[in-house]
């Protein structure tokens, strides 16, 4: 590796737990100096490797700069003594000795720790994506904000008022017990859903910052799976919708970034190797009687790995929706539910059907019925085209919505 | 918004005939029938099916067997949907699969205490 990629790859994978690390051994009220620590660290890589050559160890290097700052830092800072040093007494148990741990074991145990500690209901789940960005991802402010469509302003203010909240509500940086991690683990998992999808659906230009999203919330999903007591069936479930949905990834974006949509893809272009990840975790998976609605995600998108049109394979979608729409309503699974209908009972039936949803105002609602009026009605087919593209918002789905209007307008002069 | 259970009613006694496949066949009608009132997000609690077996305490204490009226009339499940108006309601009750069954689905709006 060149020595420019070296230090903003060493970034990707070392700030972060760095900071978990020293998030942990300071508490949670001093997130702003575990992550000044790292990045003065890799500030000093940054400054010294070019003059003085790359270490031989480059990450043990980091360890030992960050070690020592946060010793340097302990040791001099007056808070230190009023605020942070009965903290770290407390967490080592009453040895007067400040050990900073850079062990693989304890860099884990921080990083599940921190996921945790941010993953908080007392804050919103945007705050906890960005939190978790910011310090289990190791994500720049620039990045957070361009992920979220908005600026970094935005971003820091929000990065702040979550610290602010996680401070005054003591959170601490542990394992939940076993009494409470059931609980405790649904707020993460939907969390990383919710930074799953926001790279898979975002509505983002720039397609690595995407995939970047996805492979951490998938990271950080695996790192659950790791640990014994957080191997649950619907983390293995979560694990296994991620694998099969990111599978399509080199095949649903065109060289244009302009988005492919499933029946159009090549599906050569589908990731073999994550869809069979995606079969492991999902027969991991398939242990206990609680099923939720990420088993039920999880097997609908299993099914999509089969490109061929059968009615097996609809008629299971379809009861999959079904079951889904039980466990939680949303209208986007009622427009799929429908969709999946029209593949299993015929267009008829679903036509029937979505015009009870009452999802009027909505784009997807008028793509859909577009979609199950083609051929059976093409001028009705145009006219709810037409209105779903005045829905639409983003750039990507006002040219897909184009593109099947011109398609049904030659379609009707053939 | 308020709350509306159907009684389902039929011939429960006598046992479902048919093949595996025409079984599943069935559950696949409740389940699209039930889908689709969630899918219009009508749906309070699926509820669940009761068992045909069953027995009735009567004022002086005497316990009879079931069946506990015109055996036409057994009450096979229930199920809890949300409406504005009992006639709304009563819409989403259309399409129930026991009705092809020769069953019916009563409605009634629930008063809550």
Redesign the interface.
């Known amino acids: 590796m060149e020595q420019e990629d070296l230090i903003p790859h060493l970034f990707r994978t070392e700030y972060r737990k760095i900071t978990a690390v020293l998030c942990k051994l300071f508490g949670i009220s001093h997130i702003e100096i575990a992550e000044d620590i790292a990045s003065d660290t890799f500030l000093l890589a940054s400054e010294t490797w070019p003059f003085k050559g790359i270490p031989e160890n480059p990450a043990a290097w980091l360890y030992t700069v960050a070690k020592n700052k946060a010793k340097d830092y302990l040791k001099r800072d007056s808070l230190f003594e009023q605020k942070i040093a009965p903290q770290i007494t407390y967490n080592t148990s009453g040895t007067q000795e400040i050990e900073i741990d850079l062990s693989e074991q304890n860099i884990v145990d921080a990083q599940l720790q921190m996921l945790f500690a941010v993953c908080n209901p007392t804050i919103p789940a945007e705050a906890q994506i960005g939190l978790a960005l910011r310090i289990l991802c190791g994500f720049g402010i620039d990045e957070i904000a361009d992920a979220f469509l908005t600026n970094k302003e935005v971003i820091n203010k929000r990065l702040f008022r979550a610290k602010e909240k996680l401070r005054i509500e003591k959170v601490k940086i542990e394992f939940p017990n076993d009494s409470e991690i059931n609980s405790r683990l649904e707020t993460v998992l939907t969390t990383l859903y919710l930074l799953f999808n926001e790279g898979y659906y975002s509505s983002n230009q720039n397609v690595t910052l995407r995939k970047d999203l996805c492979l951490e919330a998938m990271r950080l999903t695996h790192l659950l799976i790791g640990n014994r007591a957080t191997d649950k069936p619907a983390v293995n479930a979560l694990l296994s919708l991620m694998c099969f949905h990111s599978s399509r990834f080199e095949a649903r974006v065109n060289k244009n970034g302009e988005t492919i949509l499933y029946q159009d893809q090549d599906k050569n272009l589908w990731n073999k190797e994550l869809i069979m990840k995606g079969e492991y975790f999902l027969n991991r998976a398939a242990h206990g009687k609680q099923i939720s609605k990420y088993h039920l995600e999880a097997g609908i998108a299993y099914w999509h790995t089969i490109k061929t049109d059968t009615k097996e394979k609809w008629?299971n979608i379809?009861?999959f929706?079904?079951?889904l729409?039980?466990i939680e309503?949303s209208p986007i699974?009622?427009l799929n539910?429908?969709y999946a209908?029209s593949k299993a009972?015929g267009k008829t039936a679903a036509i029937i059907?979505a015009e009870?949803?009452?999802l009027n105002n909505s784009h997807l609602f008028h793509s859909l019925m577009g979609e199950l009026y083609t051929e059976i009605d093409n001028s009705k087919s145009i006219d709810h085209y037409k209105t779903a593209l005045k829905f639409a918002k983003s750039a990507a789905d006002k040219s897909v919505i184009s593109e099947k209007i011109l398609a049904l307008g030659s379609f009707k002069i053939n | 918004m308020k709350d509306y259970l159907f009684v389902f009613r039929n011939d429960f006694t006598s046992a479902p005939s048919g093949s595996p496949e025409e079984m599943q066949a069935m559950t696949q009608k409740w389940m699209d029938w039930i889908g689709s009132i969630a899918a219009k997000n009508k749906l309070t609690d699926r509820g669940n099916a009761l068992s045909s077996v069953g027995k009735v305490l009567r004022p002086d204490n005497t316990i009879t067997n079931g069946p506990y009226t015109e055996i036409k009339e057994l009450i096979g499940g229930y199920t809890l949907v949300n409406a504005e108006s009992i006639d709304e309601a009563t819409e989403l009750a259309k399409g129930c699969p026991i009705l092809s069954l020769g069953g019916n689905v009563e409605v009634r709006e629930i008063r809550v205490m």
């Open positions: 008629e379809l009861q929706y079904n079951q729409l039980q309503y699974a009622a539910r429908t209908l009972n059907e009870k949803l009452n």
